[in-house]
């Protein structure tokens, strides 16, 4: 053919493709927002007529390059009915640069610069070339004014209904429901100069999109950030955000702009805001910096929204940041623009440390079970269709839990619009257990019916590969063949969209519609590529651990290739796999088998708790009960999980692995943010022995859906739920679920700022758990009157036996009761009163209510208390403010208490005064076996006799006490008792009172007297020889450390002819120890009872005293010879043979 010929073919060839595209200007439409995703479709073009406008558009088309209009090319030819000859001739004619050229080329040259859209960014223009003219006011705000509506009429363009790809509902586009958004509370203040994003989320406040900025002047953090792991939708909610704001939602903000990190990344040079505002978003018509001034004046009503915060780059050398990065610092810490909103969306993980510390945190939390159904019902339109959508999800718990990714949500709504027409009830879902099912059974259904494009989605997988090799999200036309866009662009694979590097730098960057998309090709492309061997396939299954590492600057972009490995390596993908390769079903399975032998080697090794979920899911995906028992056998008995996020999908595949466990297990969830519905994917694991939760995120809505799981976990023993957010309505949930778990034996509510009724209703179930052991509710700040209410519960309640407070702890110990479970089963009325008898009066009541403010009334109402409940093992009240009345309303009450062991009353002010009244109430407590008062070490502590009787047993040693208070006090058995007064700044005034207080005692056995540590000096001495022998016989009296003389010390020696008990008396001058002792055999002899009748023992005494002899024993003291003299005289009046043992 000649030159004019091809010419004119080229002509006819041009006008059949205008005839054909003006048959469907919104297809046209829908590929210019594709191919051009700045372009305007509308406006000025609306008055041409439909040819001139396709022949406008083609030519905005052909002037991208050869690779655009290639691609372009292949789309019409793919996705419209193009008559065979006419689609031969265009992929022969068209898909080459010459001929053509110069025809379009020219056309485009007619058309005057006028025509272009205001929508599409003109080159930068420089003010500081010519004088800056001087504009009034006004004319200022008109271009300000414009340059707004110029702005919001771009986005309003952006956000145009799109047009459904091939096997799409119209829906796909359309359909949003807000994921849960939750504010959350971090510290900023980490070390290494980062952040994490992996804080601790505050449940109950939800936040809705219109909530995320607080618009009122200097109130509130000026910086959010959006935190979502991939899938949860934060790009969806940044464009949406943009999409509200240009039809007029937002309007607290003049102003919007929306970048992605990862066209940011490519920018290598340093910006200032003009240039990132102007250069890469939207450039004015004119007069830039006046446009510029006017932002800057309204800062607070401006939004910047930047996407991908995780993909920002960050050098690691000593240059510092990025120039985009540092611009955002800048931006973030109010330099740049100061007063302007900022928001960036993240995946948890480490962040740059620019953010600053008031900055706002949001978690993304995905879909609830309602929200999951809201989507269904906006994504299919027929009743019909969507009845059975809802069905299908509701009898399927596993897709139900796929669903709480929002991003999963979407493709298994659009797997069922494919599936639900030709397949009966359930077997929908049946095709879509996991999620490389569900992206496997997508890509099916946006591929033409019958025809899978084998060597297209190969090679489409093997870009996606190489992008994932080299941290490539951001493809271009000399990226990938034209034939290829054309197949991503049909199949909704890839979307499109303007890359601006600078001022006039504009051309259209390809990236995969989502990343694990991209991940999913990419590992299509692995298993059935003839290029990929299974030694190179087997490198690529690892497991990711979510904890970031401080000298790792991103998140990687393969985190979910290995799962889809692993899902692919399920026999029911090898059709499908064989199908891709081409027929090669023994490479297939060889490589398939290969996945499953490397993850059973990492089954067998010991993982961290990221791990561990990340092979929970790999196992999961392959659908092989061996392989899945293998690891749930290997999993430690005790599982921590510690400071990284898990969602709903997680603990569901963890819950689907341990199935096949035999063995109880522990879960441990310490500082984890996890979604609020994430219990509800426990429903049913019998394998669980101990569950603990610790995280300010928990919450009454976590702890509702807990309620709905307990009940269901046979095995479950012990639960824990610490640090949270939980309130009167979440535990009430709880207080009803607790009873339908009669085999938990330890509950803990730490630290969960319960109120006074909220505790109060929790332990109203202890009478309902009958193998509880110990309920711990410590760090709730509860108030004394309530501590008291809790004191009542342990006496009342028949099973507990220690109540313990100090200070933040507060812990209830029971003793599960030992009848048999005929007896338990009885009529309930007889129960009832039988076990609480039975109870009162088998067991012993501990009860610690240390450092909790009581005080005198307190004291009060304590003993009413305890008189009615059972006896008591011991009693600990130190650390009160009990003071002097109340040790002695409680030193009263002892004897009434049947104390069995002590009563500490230590650090509650007793003061020297107060000792003789605490002294004077004991005297009649014929069970007390020692009195330790140190005033000077806060130290007041009753030891109570363990009488022989009490061996028998609790109802035996209830029997006895008793029968001590009916006898005469001349018919009581004698027992030895301590009395130690040491340390109390005790002087010679003190001691009348205290001797008299003390006479009560001494008729009640053999009483050990310790006066050391005090101030008797000499005067205190010799009065107190003066007062011993009214105390009647004492077994021994330490007088040691109270400052005595020489002379006040071997006055002492004059006891021997006054006191008849005194048999030995050890001084030791130097070392200030004096102590005074009675006979040990007389003594053995009353406490063994041994005397046959009181005159006999009397007599008995007195022979001993004639024949035994005393013993008097001096160290360390300097005797001249006045003083030895002295003693020597004394020494003549003392009765009976004497022994001196004088000591260097």
């Given at each position: 053919?000649?030159?004019?010929?091809?010419?004119?073919?080229?002509?006819?060839?041009?006008?059949?493709?205008?005839?054909?595209?003006?048959?469907?200007?919104?297809?046209?439409?829908?590929?210019?927002?594709?191919?051009?995703?700045?372009?305007?479709?509308?406006?000025?073009?609306?008055?041409?007529?439909?040819?001139?406008?396709?022949?406008?558009?083609?030519?905005?088309?052909?002037?991208?390059?050869?690779?655009?209009?290639?691609?372009?090319?292949?789309?019409?030819?793919?996705?419209?009915?193009?008559?065979?000859?006419?689609?031969?001739?265009?992929?022969?004619?068209?898909?080459?640069?010459?001929?053509?050229?110069?025809?379009?080329?020219?056309?485009?040259?007619?058309?005057?610069?006028?025509?272009?859209?205001?929508?599409?960014?003109?080159?930068?223009?420089?003010?500081?070339?010519?004088?800056?003219?001087?504009?009034?006011?006004?004319?200022?705000?008109?271009?300000?004014?414009?340059?707004?509506?110029?702005?919001?009429?771009?986005?309003?363009?952006?956000?145009?209904?799109?047009?459904?790809?091939?096997?799409?509902?119209?829906?796909?586009?359309?359909?949003?429901?807000?994921?849960?958004?939750?504010?959350?509370?971090?510290?900023?203040?980490?070390?290494?100069?980062?952040?994490?994003?992996?804080?601790?989320?505050?449940?109950?406040?939800?936040?809705?999109?219109?909530?995320?900025?607080?618009?009122?002047?200097?109130?509130?953090?000026?910086?959010?950030?959006?935190?979502?792991?991939?899938?949860?939708?934060?790009?969806?909610?940044?464009?949406?955000?943009?999409?509200?704001?240009?039809?007029?939602?937002?309007?607290?903000?003049?102003?919007?702009?929306?970048?992605?990190?990862?066209?940011?990344?490519?920018?290598?040079?340093?910006?200032?805001?003009?240039?990132?505002?102007?250069?890469?978003?939207?450039?004015?018509?004119?007069?830039?910096?006046?446009?510029?001034?006017?932002?800057?004046?309204?800062?607070?009503?401006?939004?910047?929204?930047?996407?991908?915060?995780?993909?920002?780059?960050?050098?690691?050398?000593?240059?510092?940041?990025?120039?985009?990065?540092?611009?955002?610092?800048?931006l973030c810490n109010g330099t740049l623009l100061p007063g302007c909103r900022v928001m960036a969306t993240s995946r948890p993980g480490k962040l740059p440390a620019c953010l600053p510390a008031e900055a706002a945190m949001v978690h993304m939390l995905g879909f609830d079970g309602p929200r999951v159904e809201e989507y269904v019902n906006h994504f299919f339109s027929a009743q019909p269709s969507r009845e059975g959508a809802l069905v299908e999800l509701q009898t399927n718990g596993r897709l139900r839990s796929l669903c709480a990714v929002p991003a999963l949500c979407q493709v298994a709504c659009l797997c069922l619009h494919h599936l639900l027409p030709d397949h009966a009830p359930g077997q929908s879902v049946a095709l879509l257990p996991n999620m490389t099912q569900l992206y496997m059974q997508m890509v099916l259904a946006l591929s033409p019916p019958g025809h899978l494009p084998t060597s297209s989605l190969l090679d489409l997988g093997e870009v996606a590969l190489r992008g994932l090799e080299t941290g490539k999200v951001i493809f271009y036309a000399k990226d990938i063949?034209?034939?290829?866009?054309?197949?991503?662009?049909?199949?909704?694979?890839?979307?499109?969209?303007?890359?601006?590097?600078?001022?006039?730098?504009?051309?259209?960057?390809?990236?995969?519609?989502?990343?694990?998309?991209?991940?999913?090709?990419?590992?299509?492309?692995?298993?059935?590529?003839?290029?990929?061997?299974?030694?190179?396939?087997?490198?690529?299954?690892?497991?990711?651990?979510?904890?970031?590492?401080?000298?790792?600057?991103?998140?990687?972009?393969?985190?979910?290739?290995?799962?889809?490995?692993?899902?692919?390596?399920?026999?029911?993908?090898?059709?499908?796999?064989?199908?891709?390769?081409?027929?090669?079903?023994?490479?297939?399975?060889?490589?398939?088998?290969?996945?499953?032998?490397?993850?059973?080697?990492?089954?067998?090794?010991?993982?961290?708790?990221?791990?561990?979920?990340?092979?929970?899911?790999?196992?999961?995906?392959?659908?092989?009960?061996?392989?899945?028992?293998?690891?749930?056998?290997?999993?430690?008995?005790?599982?921590?999980?510690?400071?990284?996020?898990?969602?709903?999908?997680?603990?569901?595949?963890?819950?689907?692995?341990?199935?096949?466990?035999?063995?109880?297990?522990?879960?441990?969830?310490?500082?984890?943010?996890?979604?609020?519905?994430?219990?509800?994917?426990?429903?049913?694991?019998?394998?669980?022995?101990?569950?603990?939760?610790?995280?300010?995120?928990?919450?009454?809505?976590?702890?509702?859906?807990?309620?709905?799981?307990?009940?269901?976990?046979?095995?479950?023993?012990?639960?824990?739920?610490?640090?949270?957010?939980?309130?009167?309505?979440?535990?009430?949930?709880?207080?009803?679920?607790?009873?339908?778990?009669?085999?938990?034996?330890?509950?803990?509510?730490?630290?969960?700022?319960?109120?006074?009724?909220?505790?109060?209703?929790?332990?109203?179930?202890?009478?309902?758990?009958?193998?509880?052991?110990?309920?711990?509710?410590?760090?709730?700040?509860?108030?004394?009157?309530?501590?008291?209410?809790?004191?009542?519960?342990?006496?009342?309640?028949?099973?507990?036996?220690?109540?313990?407070?100090?200070?933040?702890?507060?812990?209830?110990?029971?003793?599960?009761?030992?009848?048999?479970?005929?007896?338990?089963?009885?009529?309930?009325?007889?129960?009832?009163?039988?076990?609480?008898?039975?109870?009162?009066?088998?067991?012993?009541?501990?009860?610690?209510?240390?450092?909790?403010?009581?005080?005198?009334?307190?004291?009060?109402?304590?003993?009413?208390?305890?008189?009615?409940?059972?006896?008591?093992?011991?009693?600990?009240?130190?650390?009160?403010?009990?003071?002097?009345?109340?040790?002695?309303?409680?030193?009263?009450?002892?004897?009434?208490?049947?104390?069995?062991?002590?009563?500490?009353?230590?650090?509650?002010?007793?003061?020297?005064?107060?000792?003789?009244?605490?002294?004077?109430?004991?005297?009649?407590?014929?069970?007390?076996?020692?009195?330790?008062?140190?005033?000077?070490?806060?130290?007041?502590?009753?030891?109570?006799?363990?009488?022989?009787?009490?061996?028998?047993?609790?109802?035996?040693?209830?029997?006895?006490?008793?029968?001590?208070?009916?006898?005469?006090?001349?018919?009581?058995?004698?027992?030895?008792?301590?009395?130690?007064?040491?340390?109390?700044?005790?002087?010679?005034?003190?001691?009348?009172?205290?001797?008299?207080?003390?006479?009560?005692?001494?008729?009640?056995?053999?009483?050990?007297?310790?006066?050391?540590?005090?101030?008797?000096?000499?005067?205190?001495?010799?009065?107190?020889?003066?007062?011993?022998?009214?105390?009647?016989?004492?077994?021994?009296?330490?007088?040691?450390?109270?400052?005595?003389?020489?002379?006040?010390?071997?006055?002492?020696?004059?006891?021997?002819?006054?006191?008849?008990?005194?048999?030995?008396?050890?001084?030791?001058?130097?070392?200030?120890?004096?102590?005074?002792?009675?006979?040990?055999?007389?003594?053995?002899?009353?406490?063994?009872?041994?005397?046959?009748?009181?005159?006999?023992?009397?007599?008995?005494?007195?022979?001993?005293?004639?024949?035994?002899?005393?013993?008097?024993?001096?160290?360390?003291?300097?005797?001249?010879?006045?003083?030895?003299?002295?003693?020597?005289?004394?020494?003549?009046?003392?009765?009976?043979?004497?022994?001196?043992?004088?000591?260097?």
């Open positions: 053919m000649d030159p004019v010929g091809l010419q004119l073919g080229n002509k006819n060839l041009w006008s059949c493709l205008v005839r054909l595209l003006t048959k469907d200007p919104e297809w046209l439409n829908a590929k210019m927002k594709f191919f051009l995703p700045n372009t305007d479709l509308d406006s000025r073009n609306e008055t041409l007529d439909p040819e001139q406008r396709v022949i406008l558009q083609l030519n905005k088309l052909h002037v991208q390059g050869s690779d655009t209009w290639q691609s372009f090319i292949h789309c019409v030819c793919m996705q419209l009915e193009v008559p065979l000859d006419l689609e031969v001739l265009l992929l022969s004619t068209f898909g080459y640069d010459d001929g053509f050229t110069s025809q379009l080329g020219a056309e485009g040259k007619s058309q005057p610069e006028s025509q272009l859209h205001h929508g599409l960014k003109r080159p930068h223009q420089s003010c500081g070339s010519s004088p800056r003219r001087k504009q009034c006011k006004k004319q200022q705000l008109e271009l300000a004014k414009k340059y707004l509506q110029l702005l919001r009429t771009s986005a309003q363009q952006r956000y145009r209904s799109q047009i459904p790809g091939s096997g799409q509902p119209h829906a796909f586009h359309q359909v949003y429901v807000p994921p849960i958004l939750r504010r959350a509370t971090a510290s900023l203040d980490t070390p290494e100069g980062a952040i994490m994003g992996d804080v601790k989320v505050e449940d109950g406040a939800d936040v809705s999109i219109s909530d995320l900025f607080n618009t009122r002047v200097n109130k509130g953090p000026r910086v959010t950030v959006l935190l979502g792991k991939a899938g949860m939708g934060k790009t969806t909610l940044a464009h949406r955000l943009c999409q509200k704001w240009a039809e007029g939602h937002l309007n607290c903000f003049q102003a919007l702009f929306l970048f992605e990190f990862r066209q940011l990344n490519l920018i290598t040079r340093f910006l200032t805001p003009s240039e990132l505002l102007f250069d890469l978003y939207l450039s004015p018509e004119s007069d830039h910096d006046t446009v510029f001034q006017y932002l800057e004046k309204n800062a607070d009503q401006v939004l910047l929204i930047f996407d991908g915060l995780d993909e920002a780059l960050q050098p690691m050398g000593p240059d510092g940041p990025g120039p985009v990065l540092t611009l955002f610092s800048h063949a034209p034939p290829l866009i054309a197949f991503g662009a049909t199949h909704s694979l890839l979307t499109s969209f303007c890359v601006c590097t600078g001022p006039g730098h504009q051309q259209t960057g390809y990236a995969f519609t989502h990343l694990s998309l991209q991940e999913f090709l990419a590992a299509l492309h692995l298993m059935a590529s003839p290029k990929v061997n299974k030694d190179t396939l087997t490198q690529y299954v690892t497991l990711h651990s979510r904890w970031v590492q401080r000298t790792k600057a991103r998140l990687g972009l393969s985190d979910h290739l290995p799962t889809f490995l692993a899902g692919l390596a399920s026999c029911t993908c090898r059709p499908f796999l064989s199908h891709l390769a081409q027929g090669n079903e023994d490479c297939v399975g060889a490589k398939q088998a290969a996945v499953v032998q490397v993850l059973k080697k990492l089954a067998t090794r010991k993982l961290t708790g990221p791990k561990v979920v990340e092979l929970c899911h790999c196992v999961d995906e392959t659908q092989e009960p061996e392989l899945a028992s293998l690891t749930a056998q290997s999993l430690p008995y005790q599982l921590p999980f510690h400071n990284f996020p898990l969602t709903c999908t997680d603990l569901a595949t963890l819950t689907n692995i341990l199935e096949h466990r035999e063995a109880p297990i522990h879960l441990d969830f310490d500082g984890c943010p996890l979604e609020p519905h994430c219990p509800e994917a426990l429903v049913g694991c019998g394998q669980i022995e101990n569950l603990s939760f610790k995280s300010r995120k928990c919450g009454d809505a976590f702890a509702e859906a807990l309620s709905r799981s307990l009940p269901t976990m046979g095995r479950l023993q012990m639960l824990g739920l610490a640090g949270s957010k939980i309130t009167a309505r979440g535990i009430s949930h709880l207080v009803k679920a607790l009873p339908l778990c009669p085999q938990l034996k330890e509950v803990s509510f730490r630290d969960n700022q319960l109120s006074d009724q909220v505790v109060l209703n929790i332990v109203e179930v202890l009478p309902h758990l009958p193998r509880l052991r110990k309920l711990d509710l410590s760090s709730n700040s509860i108030c004394v009157s309530t501590l008291l209410c809790l004191a009542r519960v342990a006496v009342t309640c028949p099973t507990v036996r220690m109540l313990q407070a100090r200070e933040a702890d507060l812990i209830f110990l029971l003793s599960p009761p030992t009848e048999t479970t005929a007896e338990l089963q009885r009529a309930p009325d007889l129960q009832e009163s039988d076990g609480q008898r039975k109870g009162a009066q088998s067991r012993s009541l501990t009860l610690r209510l240390q450092k909790c403010q009581l005080q005198v009334h307190d004291a009060e109402a304590l003993i009413a208390l305890l008189q009615e409940g059972p006896h008591l093992e011991e009693v600990d009240l130190s650390g009160n403010q009990l003071e002097d009345e109340g040790c002695r309303l409680m030193a009263e009450a002892a004897s009434q208490l049947h104390i069995a062991r002590k009563l500490d009353l230590s650090n509650n002010g007793l003061s020297v005064a107060g000792v003789h009244c605490v002294l004077r109430a004991v005297s009649a407590c014929w069970t007390l076996a020692e009195l330790h008062i140190s005033l000077q070490h806060k130290t007041v502590i009753f030891m109570f006799a363990q009488e022989p009787e009490e061996q028998k047993g609790p109802q035996e040693r209830a029997a006895f006490l008793d029968s001590l208070m009916l006898q005469m006090p001349s018919e009581l058995p004698l027992s030895s008792r301590r009395m130690r007064l040491t340390h109390c700044g005790l002087q010679e005034k003190h001691l009348e009172q205290l001797c008299k207080a003390l006479g009560g005692s001494c008729h009640l056995g053999h009483l050990h007297l310790d006066f050391s540590g005090n101030a008797l000096g000499d005067e205190g001495a010799a009065r107190l020889a003066q007062l011993l022998p009214g105390l009647g016989a004492l077994q021994s009296l330490n007088l040691s450390e109270n400052g005595l003389s020489l002379d006040a010390v071997l006055g002492l020696v004059r006891c021997f002819s006054t006191l008849q008990w005194l048999f030995r008396l050890d001084i030791s001058f130097e070392s200030q120890h004096i102590l005074l002792r009675g006979d040990k055999t007389s003594r053995d002899m009353w406490a063994t009872g041994s005397l046959p009748d009181f005159p006999a023992a009397a007599k008995f005494l007195g022979f001993r005293q004639r024949c035994i002899p005393r013993s008097l024993c001096l160290s360390e003291c300097p005797l001249e010879p006045p003083s030895l003299t002295r003693l020597c005289a004394t020494l003549k009046d003392c009765p009976g043979p004497l022994e001196l043992h004088p000591a260097p």
